[in-house]
């Protein structure tokens, strides 16, 4: 399974940006789907994840009521609204089976390559 994201780019604070994710080699709807984000000299953090059925998300705290993750048949995707300046990251989809790899990052069955996020103050 291969996933792959897009969407990334500059944006100034308060602005909005959606990244998507395009799984392939496998059923997406046999999957969840999960963003995390990394900055320099940091480790990779949990965002956003959606259930298999898109009936189930979580948030990571700093996050909630600005970021909405999403699917639809064969894409996931993250909105994100009132940009900070700390939210500037490479940004990762995640992809896997079971549920807690795609909110704890652990043995994660595919990552995308990631999407550059630059929030502008």
């Known amino acids: 399974v291969e996933v792959a994201e897009s969407g990334g780019g500059l944006v100034q604070a308060g602005g909005s940006l959606r990244l998507s994710c395009a799984l392939s080699?496998?059923?997406?709807?046999?999957?969840?789907m999960g963003w995390f984000r990394q900055t320099p000299g940091k480790e990779r953090e949990f965002v956003a994840a959606?259930?298999?059925?898109?009936?189930s998300t979580d948030y990571a705290e700093s996050v909630k009521g600005r970021f909405t993750i999403s699917r639809d048949k064969d894409t996931v995707y993250l909105q994100m609204n009132s940009l900070k300046s700390e939210d500037t990251a490479v940004y990762y989809c995640?992809?896997?089976?079971?549920?807690?790899?795609?909110?704890?990052?652990?043995?994660?069955?595919?990552w995308g390559k990631g999407a550059l996020v630059t929030v502008s103050s």
């Open positions: 080699g496998r059923v997406f709807a046999t999957y969840a």
């Open positions: 995640a992809a896997d089976q079971n549920w807690y790899a795609v909110v704890s990052g652990t043995r994660v069955e595919a």
């Open positions: 959606v259930s298999r059925g898109g009936g």
